[in-house]
């Protein structure tokens, strides 16, 4: 009978639909949480879906067999700039452009013969949804976690919206590429910067966590110790603060650099003779990236501005310059130049003719002289020129020196964070509407929780002027004041979608709670996360939003823990002829193809197959070739021996030959390695391979002239149940065929059978000088010298040893033995 599989696809989807197969509800099993990251609902899966999704249904599936009760979700992140750009493209409105990409998505889904429960699907354009998102603002506003402040933030005037500094790429927007320009804007954030030292110390508790993401979370966060110290500006009322690193450099501060945003910098150029000059150049500067502005590859460029500072201790007026390389968002926008000490300081100083003060001599080597100095000296040394501080080690003077500067109420000793508050605010339509009211006489109102949700408009008119369509749509902007009940206006902007993902695993616990986000009770059971899956370019922003949400839920009792992923597996991309698939390059492969050419199973064999999951892997036809023959292969298999299996059977250790013994050995090593492949190493690939052997195994076994059905049955049983979380639908008929009633995704995983990996003999392999000749059989427990015996007298040995003096020979017991010859 041949294998149709779009037949027997098609059949099993239907089924596992109607009968809710995969429904789950909380029970006395332990549980497991097995998530991919949910998608955007573009319309189209691609490669990248495809590989995603079968890596966590491989994940379920066996979990399930294994005796856990598994949740295994799927929902849209569906709110997005890229619904509202088609609008204006295509006039579709982006509530019915997402409900027809999700209609489109979820069927192709379902096609893979995915195992989610579509019970608990979720979209987070729904008001069902949203509403919590605005809850959640509300709650974090009261708690003093959100506030509004005016920011210098990426602008691309073509999306007409606030871009995070990844999504600026050499200079431009990473969606329509037009040139971002910097603006200052009235915008929302969260406080995520109250939380960056709990963020970084629980990153103990991430066991489960591939080292390069936290590595990226910890670079991103950035603590850095040392001391803030205040520089007065000449002729001024107005303090600058620095924070540095290095205290016990302060004595060899020649110069300070501000960011060219910095609002002290216009205040200065009132009485420069340069200042248009000064101007063109702050210009130039905004209109650069912050990547491009900081990259160790752009060249460092200053102006002087014509204003000086006041040193905190020596009291000696120190230039003020401008520079590309500072930035306002960071720090304080500005940092104190210290180029005897630091290499970027140096080569700026060295560029600009600025002063150069040794004041920490290396213990060894050379004296350091403005002279002979050819490079910065950052390491450790006496200090010379530091006034009483000279002649002490640096770090003996560091703490010395943060006390003077407490004393003189000029700095003191602080920590800095690299990390910025998370800016909320878009300035779009499709979004989560901001939860606030502004009133003439009350100010900053926020939406009263009874009123939730702030129901986003669907009927609002599109024009192509770059601004949000809700600030023409008068239903929605004008409101009145919830405090005095005065004509008010309502927040246009709507919520970074960043916000939507950063915890809508916990939605999933209880998706149809009208009353709270969820039940704790129901989270309680469900949390955390076992398994989470997607890619490493979520590192940081996505999976450290998502921490960030997880510890303020936990702060106001909401959950019971404060990390919400036990394992996170960042899977690698699909490439084509060495480059990531995209249209623009023309190196897509559909998936909706492959399915129709080859079948689902077949696609997910295929990707499994390829290469482990956390690397890259290349598309290859011939690939989905050889995975579409060994299903095939196998279904062939099942197809010729489905009469002789018994019904049920016995085996017997003691009573079976050596070629069962064969046989149930490679099986139950199969079994053994495939269940430690998934559980433990996620190495589906080499799962796959070792059940591969297996088939051949089974093949030769079934050519022999004699077979033990039952040890036959027991093979073709296991083999089935070993491939069911590989390919879903082909074993599920597999396993009809052999008259079982039950689905194969309801049986219990096998478990391996010790006896059976007891060996009378073991394979040992001959080789003549490291070249691998021959191989024998030979009982397990032979010696040492009756191996070497054994291996002397074989025939196709002797022949090869003839006329030639064995210098040595060298046996590793229970493995090999090496004939080293003269020659």
């Given at each position: 009978?041949?294998?149709?599989?779009?037949?027997?696809?098609?059949k099993?989807?239907?089924?596992?639909?109607?009968?809710?197969?995969?429904?789950?509800?909380?029970n006395?099993?332990?549980?497991?949480?097995?998530?991919?990251?949910?998608?955007y609902?573009?319309?189209?899966?691609?490669?990248?879906?495809?590989?995603?999704?079968?890596?966590?249904?491989?994940?379920?599936?066996?979990?399930?067999?294994a005796?856990?009760n598994?949740l295994?979700?799927?929902?849209?992140?569906?709110?997005?700039?890229?619904?509202?750009?088609?609008?204006?493209?295509?006039?579709?409105?982006?509530?019915?452009w997402?409900?027809?990409?999700?209609?489109?998505?979820?069927?192709?889904?379902?096609?893979?013969?995915i195992?989610?429960?579509?019970?608990r699907?979720?979209?987070?354009?729904?008001?069902?949804?949203?509403?919590?998102?605005?809850?959640?603002?509300?709650?974090?506003?009261?708690k003093?976690?959100?506030?509004?402040?005016?920011?210098?933030?990426?602008?691309?005037?073509?999306?007409?919206?606030?871009?995070?500094?990844?999504?600026v790429?050499d200079?431009?927007?990473?969606?329509c590429g037009?040139?971002v320009?910097?603006?200052?804007?009235?915008?929302?954030?969260f406080k995520?910067t109250?939380?960056?030292e709990?963020?970084?110390?629980?990153?103990?508790?991430?066991?489960?966590?591939?080292?390069k993401v936290?590595?990226?979370q910890?670079n991103w966060?950035g603590?850095?110790l040392?001391?803030?110290?205040?520089f007065?500006?000449?002729?001024?009322?107005d303090?600058?603060?620095?924070?540095?690193?290095?205290?016990?450099?302060?004595?060899?501060?020649t110069?300070?650099?501000?960011?060219p945003?910095?609002?002290?910098?216009?205040?200065?150029?009132?009485?420069?003779?340069?200042?248009?000059?000064?101007?063109t150049?702050?210009?130039?500067?905004?209109?650069?990236?912050?990547?491009?502005?900081?990259?160790?590859e752009?060249?460092?460029?200053?102006?002087f501005?014509d204003?000086?500072?006041?040193?905190?201790?020596?009291?000696?007026?120190?230039p003020?310059?401008?520079?590309?390389?500072?930035?306002?968002?960071?720090?304080?926008?500005?940092?104190?130049?210290v180029?005897?000490?630091?290499?970027r300081?140096f080569?700026?100083?060295?560029?600009?003719?600025?002063?150069?003060?040794?004041?920490?001599?290396?213990?060894?080597?050379e004296?350091?002289?403005?002279e002979?100095?050819t490079e910065?000296?950052?390491?450790?040394?006496?200090?010379?020129?530091?006034?009483?501080y000279?002649?002490?080690?640096?770090?003996?003077?560091y703490?010395?020196?943060i006390?003077?500067?407490?004393?003189?109420?000029?700095?003191?000793?602080?920590?800095?964070y690299?990390?910025?508050?998370w800016?909320?605010?878009?300035?779009?339509?499709?979004?989560?509407p901001?939860?606030i009211?502004?009133?003439?006489d009350?100010?900053i109102?926020?939406?009263?929780?009874k009123?939730l949700?702030?129901?986003l408009?669907?009927?609002?008119?599109?024009k192509?002027?770059?601004?949000?369509p809700?600030?023409?749509?008068?239903?929605?902007?004008y409101?009145?004041?919830p405090?005095?009940?005065?004509?008010?206006?309502?927040?246009?902007?709507?919520?970074?979608?960043?916000?939507?993902?950063?915890?809508y695993?916990l939605?999933?616990?209880?998706?149809h709670?009208?009353?709270?986000?969820?039940?704790?009770?129901?989270?309680?059971?469900?949390?955390d996360?076992?398994?989470?899956?997607?890619?490493?370019?979520?590192a940081?922003?996505?999976?450290?939003?998502?921490?960030?949400?997880?510890?303020v839920?936990?702060?106001?009792?909401?959950?019971?823990?404060?990390?919400?992923?036990?394992?996170?597996?960042?899977?690698?991309?699909?490439?084509?002829?060495?480059?990531?698939?995209?249209?623009?390059?023309?190196?897509?492969?559909s998936?909706?193809?492959?399915?129709?050419?080859?079948?689902?199973?077949?696609?997910?064999?295929?990707?499994?197959?390829?290469?482990?999951?956390?690397?890259?892997?290349e598309w290859?036809?011939?690939?989905?070739?050889?995975?579409y023959?060994?299903?095939?292969?196998v279904?062939r298999?099942?197809?010729?021996?489905?009469?002789?299996?018994?019904?049920?059977?016995?085996?017997?250790q003691?009573?079976?030959?050596?070629v069962?013994?064969e046989?149930?050995?490679?099986?139950?090593?199969?079994?053994?390695?495939?269940?430690?492949?998934?559980e433990e190493?996620?190495?589906?690939?080499t799962?796959?391979?070792?059940?591969?052997?297996?088939?051949?195994?089974?093949?030769?076994?079934?050519?022999q002239?004699?077979?033990?059905?039952?040890v036959l049955?027991?093979?073709?049983?296991?083999?089935?149940?070993?491939?069911?979380?590989?390919?879903?639908h082909?074993?599920e008929?597999?396993?009809?065929?052999?008259?079982?009633?039950?689905?194969v995704?309801e049986?219990?995983?096998?478990?391996?059978?010790?006896?059976?990996?007891?060996?009378?003999?073991?394979?040992?392999?001959v080789q003549?000088?490291g070249?691998?000749?021959?191989?024998?059989?030979?009982?397990?427990?032979?010696?040492?010298?009756?191996?070497?015996?054994?291996a002397l007298?074989?025939?196709?040995?002797k022949?090869?040893?003839?006329?030639?003096?064995i210098?040595?020979?060298?046996?590793?017991?229970?493995?090999?033995i090496?004939?080293?010859?003269?020659?």
């Amino acid at each position: 009978m041949a294998y149709h599989f779009q037949t027997i696809e098609k059949k099993w989807q239907k089924k596992w639909d109607e009968k809710k197969t995969f429904k789950v509800e909380k029970n006395n099993k332990p549980k497991y949480y097995s998530l991919e990251m949910f998608p955007y609902p573009s319309g189209k899966l691609h490669m990248g879906h495809v590989r995603n999704y079968s890596i966590g249904d491989v994940i379920a599936r066996f979990k399930k067999m294994a005796g856990y009760n598994v949740l295994h979700p799927m929902g849209w992140d569906s709110f997005g700039l890229p619904a509202e750009n088609a609008a204006i493209k295509n006039g579709i409105h982006p509530n019915i452009w997402t409900w027809d990409n999700i209609e489109n998505m979820r069927e192709q889904l379902k096609q893979l013969g995915i195992s989610y429960d579509w019970d608990r699907e979720i979209a987070t354009c729904t008001p069902e949804y949203y509403k919590w998102n605005q809850w959640f603002f509300l709650k974090m506003y009261e708690k003093g976690l959100v506030y509004k402040k005016k920011s210098a933030v990426n602008w691309c005037p073509s999306c007409a919206t606030v871009l995070a500094n990844e999504q600026v790429v050499d200079g431009g927007c990473e969606r329509c590429g037009s040139h971002v320009e910097k603006r200052n804007l009235n915008q929302w954030f969260f406080k995520i910067t109250d939380y960056a030292e709990r963020l970084l110390k629980d990153m103990n508790k991430l066991k489960g966590w591939p080292d390069k993401v936290k590595i990226m979370q910890k670079n991103w966060i950035g603590k850095s110790l040392g001391a803030e110290v205040s520089f007065q500006i000449e002729n001024t009322t107005d303090t600058i603060k620095v924070f540095t690193t290095r205290p016990d450099t302060i004595f060899g501060v020649t110069y300070l650099v501000f960011a060219p945003e910095h609002p002290l910098v216009e205040k200065l150029l009132q009485n420069s003779p340069n200042k248009e000059k000064i101007k063109t150049f702050i210009k130039k500067m905004q209109n650069l990236s912050e990547i491009d502005r900081t990259s160790t590859e752009t060249e460092k460029i200053g102006m002087f501005i014509d204003a000086y500072a006041i040193h905190p201790i020596t009291q000696k007026r120190i230039p003020i310059l401008i520079a590309n390389y500072v930035l306002m968002d960071y720090g304080t926008g500005a940092v104190m130049g210290v180029p005897a000490h630091d290499e970027r300081d140096f080569e700026f100083a060295q560029k600009y003719q600025l002063p150069i003060s040794i004041v920490i001599q290396p213990k060894d080597g050379e004296k350091l002289t403005a002279e002979n100095q050819t490079e910065a000296y950052s390491g450790d040394g006496i200090m010379v020129n530091s006034g009483k501080y000279d002649g002490m080690f640096n770090r003996e003077a560091y703490p010395l020196i943060i006390k003077e500067l407490e004393e003189k109420n000029v700095g003191k000793k602080t920590i800095s964070y690299r990390l910025r508050d998370w800016l909320i605010s878009r300035q779009r339509y499709w979004g989560t509407p901001i939860p606030i009211i502004y009133c003439d006489d009350c100010g900053i109102v926020p939406v009263p929780e009874k009123d939730l949700p702030v129901k986003l408009p669907t009927d609002v008119e599109f024009k192509n002027n770059g601004q949000s369509p809700l600030l023409d749509c008068q239903e929605f902007l004008y409101t009145t004041c919830p405090k005095c009940g005065k004509k008010a206006k309502r927040e246009t902007d709507t919520m970074d979608t960043f916000v939507d993902s950063s915890w809508y695993f916990l939605r999933y616990c209880d998706p149809h709670n009208d009353k709270k986000p969820f039940n704790k009770e129901k989270t309680d059971y469900w949390m955390d996360v076992d398994l989470y899956i997607g890619g490493v370019e979520h590192a940081i922003l996505h999976l450290l939003y998502t921490r960030f949400f997880t510890k303020v839920l936990y702060d106001f009792g909401l959950i019971s823990s404060d990390e919400p992923i036990k394992n996170l597996l960042t899977q690698g991309m699909v490439l084509k002829d060495g480059e990531k698939m995209s249209k623009s390059k023309g190196n897509i492969v559909s998936p909706e193809e492959i399915i129709a050419n080859y079948g689902a199973d077949t696609a997910r064999l295929f990707i499994l197959f390829a290469a482990p999951p956390e690397r890259d892997l290349e598309w290859s036809d011939q690939g989905v070739e050889g995975s579409y023959k060994f299903l095939n292969r196998v279904w062939r298999l099942v197809d010729q021996l489905k009469n002789l299996i018994p019904f049920s059977y016995k085996i017997e250790q003691d009573k079976l030959n050596k070629v069962d013994k064969e046989l149930r050995f490679i099986l139950h090593n199969t079994i053994k390695k495939v269940q430690e492949d998934i559980e433990e190493r996620f190495n589906f690939n080499t799962a796959i391979s070792a059940i591969m052997e297996l088939v051949n195994a089974i093949y030769h076994y079934k050519d022999q002239k004699e077979v033990n059905r039952n040890v036959l049955a027991e093979a073709i049983e296991n083999l089935i149940i070993l491939l069911a979380p590989f390919v879903p639908h082909i074993t599920e008929e597999m396993w009809k065929q052999i008259g079982k009633d039950q689905s194969v995704h309801e049986q219990s995983w096998p478990q391996y059978d010790k006896e059976a990996l007891k060996r009378d003999e073991i394979e040992i392999v001959v080789q003549i000088n490291g070249k691998v000749r021959d191989r024998m059989m030979l009982p397990i427990s032979i010696t040492k010298q009756e191996m070497e015996k054994q291996a002397l007298q074989k025939e196709k040995i002797k022949q090869l040893l003839e006329g030639k003096e064995i210098v040595k020979v060298i046996t590793v017991p229970k493995k090999l033995i090496n004939i080293v010859v003269k020659k």
